[in-house]
């Protein structure tokens, strides 16, 4: 049954039109605000086994800056190498392609406060971000709208991980809790949290997915048992300003943690063996960690704006990475092949560092070194 109109209610013509343009125009700005990936993003061949990355000239160091960033706060890497995910302070991830040098993907929430953490599911088909609003997405490519997955009493999402095959996403949270997502089912599955805990700033995943290490701003980080949902241990140090990066070698045999002190320390869980500490005066607190793949080399990422590269055989820092400009660097990461190194700025650059020399480039400073010792009189 139709009802007509009264006269006073019927729109003039111009009327009809202008709000079809302002629901339009509504529309576009939410779509271009909820930036899906393009189809030039090929995340399915971003798996391991999709096309290898480009590489970069030797020894090259490549910035890819954007004039809108408000300071890196993540990186991933797609599992080949090809694509480069970069979660930003001003709201936006944006997905760079290693080949080109350019974004190929800007993902944006009009409410964001800012992109803390980021990662890309390791067979390509799936990126989440975190953010400081304590919001969860996971964005699929040709999708328009990104899944949004959140919690109430979330403070604000500080870092996430995939495990190893992709069904579950662990996210480090503000609060003191580390959520455990089922891809699948779009549904907090576990939730780990101590009662001492001031706030999970890192979290890192064992490769078999038994255990789960949370860096802690209380100074401690906790090893979990993800079978058994307990903590099986405690790394501390009694000096420590807060825990802020962690990861597992690809062995699981060595957990390094850095410190606000700008300690890194090289544990051993599951043993009684005392920490192994690098540390260099200049630092200004360690922002983030990562192992090579072969586990030879642990890049720390620095408040001071440099990057250092430990070699764990000597125990010595063989490459030493700085801006003059840098606002800190707060992430860092190796490739899933170890040839590149990505660090992102506090002033908005990303670099892209080839790292095919490194153990090259010590030996021949280190024999400079001990020429320019003999050649002084």
Request: aromatic fraction near 8%; proline fraction near 5%; glycine fraction near 10%.
């Amino acid at each position: 049954m139709s009802v007509k109109r009264p006269a006073w209610m019927a729109r003039p013509a111009w009327v009809a039109g202008l709000v079809t343009l302002i629901v339009a125009g509504a529309a576009t700005a939410y779509a271009t605000a909820a930036t899906r990936l393009p189809s030039t993003v090929p995340f399915k061949s971003c798996g391991v086994s999709g096309r290898t990355a480009p590489s970069l000239p030797k020894d090259a160091r490549i910035a890819l800056p954007d004039p809108r960033s408000r300071g890196v706060r993540s990186l991933a890497w797609c599992a080949n190498g090809r694509f480069l995910a970069v979660a930003d302070g001003n709201g936006q991830a944006y997905v760079w392609s290693v080949a080109t040098h350019k974004t190929v993907g800007v993902l944006t929430d009009p409410q964001s406060r800012g992109v803390n953490a980021v990662a890309i599911r390791p067979n390509g088909t799936l990126l989440a971000t975190g953010d400081a609003n304590g919001h969860l997405y996971l964005w699929r490519p040709r999708v328009a709208r990104p899944r949004r997955l959140t919690d109430r009493a979330s403070r604000g999402l500080r870092d996430l991980v995939f495990t190893p095959y992709g069904r579950y996403l662990a996210a480090a949270d503000g609060n003191g809790r580390t959520y455990i997502w089922s891809i699948a089912r779009h549904k907090a599955i576990a939730t780990l949290r101590d009662p001492a805990s001031r706030g999970v700033n890192a979290v890192a995943i064992r490769l078999d997915v038994k255990v789960l290490a949370a860096a802690d701003a209380n100074g401690r980080c906790y090893i979990w048992s993800l079978t058994k949902d307990k903590v099986l241990s405690v790394l501390k140090d009694p000096g420590s300003r807060g825990v802020r990066a962690v990861a597992f070698s690809r062995s699981g045999r060595i957990l390094a943690t850095g410190d606000a002190n700008g300690h890194v320390y090289l544990w051993q869980p599951g043993t009684t063996a005392r920490p192994r500490v690098l540390t260099d005066p200049r630092s200004g607190g360690v922002l983030s960690v990562s192992f090579t793949p072969g586990g030879r080399y642990l890049a720390a990422a620095d408040a001071d704006g440099r990057v250092y590269v430990w070699d764990l055989d000597s125990y010595k820092i063989v490459e030493l990475l700085a801006d003059s400009g840098s606002q800190g660097i707060r992430a860092v990461a190796f490739s899933r092949s170890g040839r590149l190194m990505a660090a992102g700025d506090g002033n908005g650059r990303t670099y892209l560092s080839d790292t095919t020399n490194i153990g090259v480039r010590a030996v021949l400073a280190a024999a400079e070194a001990r020429s320019k010792e003999r050649d002084t009189p």
